[in-house]
């Protein structure tokens, strides 16, 4: 099955500066790949998703690139500001069938002001 | 719409007890998903459902969990007997191969508040 790894575990940044978080994943037929931020006591919530037939993809301070060659993806934040501090999750899956998300296990971003 | 409401929001039980989450999806939503999530093991799928069919089990961790979606708009995780490692944050999530009108974002999924259990 799939298997997405996801780095690094914990990220600072001081304000204004640029974030970038990385994943992998196994399965080649996964073609879907979400980003989803979650706050502290909080539900993960979907803040940007890239498909295969594309190699970038942005909105506003939020980008996501994906290079299906090696299997990875990556989510870059820009300008980081403190409410940017969350839990990131990145994950994969398989679009038109409605199938279950595999995670990464989460990057814990710190913005410091 | 009110998305995906799950209840309880917290359940503190005893080891032993009957433990049952609760979860109404996204009016409209043909699929549905239980997550566990722990500082251990991250978000893992336990069960989907698709049109109210259960797909892949394969998550549950042992015969005392079982769910069942009886209608499009309810599903239940049952526990029985519940264990100090089943405590954690569980999420139901829910989604539709159509997306929402103008969206663009097909099968998104958009998850519940989570309910945490913990179990002494």
């Known amino acids: 099955g799939e298997n997405v790894e996801q780095h690094p575990s914990t990220l600072s940044v001081q304000e204004g500066d640029s974030a970038v978080i990385k994943c992998t994943y196994s399965d080649s037929a996964s073609n879907y790949f979400p980003w989803y931020k979650q706050e502290l006591g909080k539900r993960p919530q979907l803040i940007i998703d890239i498909r295969s037939n594309v190699g970038e993809k942005k909105d506003q301070r939020i980008a996501v690139t994906l290079n299906k060659t090696a299997k990875h993806f990556s989510l870059h934040i820009t300008e980081t500001q403190p409410e940017d501090s969350a839990v990131y999750f990145c994950?994969?899956?398989?679009?038109?069938?409605?199938?279950?998300?595999?995670f990464g296990k989460g990057t814990r971003l710190s913005v410091i002001a | 719409d009110a998305g995906v409401i799950q209840s309880p929001r917290h359940e503190v039980t005893e080891m032993g007890q009957e433990v049952t989450l609760r979860c109404k999806p996204i009016s409209g939503h043909n699929s549905l998903f239980w997550y566990r999530q722990t500082m251990m093991r991250g978000l893992e799928l336990l069960i989907y459902?698709?049109?109210?069919?259960?797909?892949?089990d394969s998550g549950m961790p042992e015969d005392r969990f079982s769910a069942k979606m009886p209608n499009a708009s309810f599903s239940t995780l049952k526990i029985q007997p519940s264990e100090p490692r089943d405590s954690a944050v569980y999420f139901c999530a829910s989604s539709s191969r159509f997306g929402l009108a103008g969206s663009g974002r097909v099968n998104e999924q958009f998850f519940g508040p989570g309910t945490r259990l913990t179990v002494l």
């Open positions: 994950a994969a899956s398989m679009v038109g069938g409605n199938t279950p998300l595999v």
């Open positions: 459902f698709n049109n109210n069919v259960p797909i892949d």
